[in-house]
């Protein structure tokens, strides 16, 4: 079947401006995850949503930086006010189960550069 | 969350057994060992998970044992395709949080 999608691949943009990433989870998966990943390091976890219940935020890094989730689909990432230490391959994936016990399913990533 | 410690970068050969060790000193009573791959240009793969004693799957054993306080991911055999950053994660399941640390950097040369 089909397994995570991200949207768009690539994306530069100019310093200041507001992106919009998008990621189109696994069918059924309950659980969807963010995670940023700078040039040559590790994943930096963002945030993760449950069903229904309201995430915590708290790892998102700046108050530049939301996220929301319809019901169990899609979710979408917004930067406002980009700078350039937001360029980063950021990585969306889903799951079944719920938190780090669950297998994540990673999708290509969109890859923002931020000039 | 229990901090993890790996290595940064591990060197082997085809054909060689590979282990990778994890330190996690302060892992919680209810908290999971599991381990991810990442290929470059890819988004993290799972290897495989367990509690404690040994795992074993298709691709690699999990060795953990009795006080827990580090775990061993385990590759025979390895070939070049086996080239890519490991990382192993600790924590249980109503953690709101993820961490997956910086890995560790597995070259493989013929």
């Known amino acids: 079947g089909a397994g995570v999608s991200q949207s768009p691949s690539n994306k530069v943009t100019e310093k200041g401006k507001d992106v919009e990433l998008r990621c189109d989870p696994i069918?059924?998966?309950?659980?969807l995850y963010w995670y940023r990943q700078r040039l040559g390091q590790g994943l930096e976890f963002l945030i993760y949503?449950?069903?229904?219940?309201?995430?915590?935020k708290s790892g998102l890094p700046s108050d530049r930086f939301s996220a929301e989730r319809t019901g169990e689909s899609v979710s979408t990432l917004t930067i406002q006010r980009t700078q350039q230490e937001d360029s980063a391959v950021y990585l969306c994936?889903?799951?079944?189960?719920?938190?780090?016990?669950?297998?994540?399913?990673f999708g290509p990533g969109t890859r923002l550069t931020v000039t | 969350l229990a901090k993890t410690t790996q290595p940064i970068s591990m060197d082997s050969y085809e054909g060689q057994e590979v282990n990778i060790t994890c330190s996690h000193n302060?892992?919680?009573?209810?908290?999971?060992i599991t381990w991810y791959q990442q290929f470059p240009s890819q988004g993290p793969r799972f290897i495989i998970q367990g509690y404690k004693t040994k795992v074993t799957n298709e691709v690699a054993s999990l060795f953990i044992p009795a006080d827990r306080k580090s775990s061993t991911l385990s590759l025979p055999r390895v070939s070049l395709s086996d080239t890519a950053v490991y990382y192993c994660l600790v924590g249980e399941i109503s953690a709101s949080k993820i961490i997956f640390g910086s890995g560790t950097r597995l070259s493989i040369r013929p």
């Open positions: 994936a889903s799951s079944l189960g719920r938190g780090v016990l669950a297998e994540q399913y």
């Open positions: 069918s059924g998966h309950t659980a």
């Open positions: 949503f449950q069903g229904n219940s309201a995430p915590d």
């Open positions: 302060n892992i919680a009573t209810n908290d999971y």
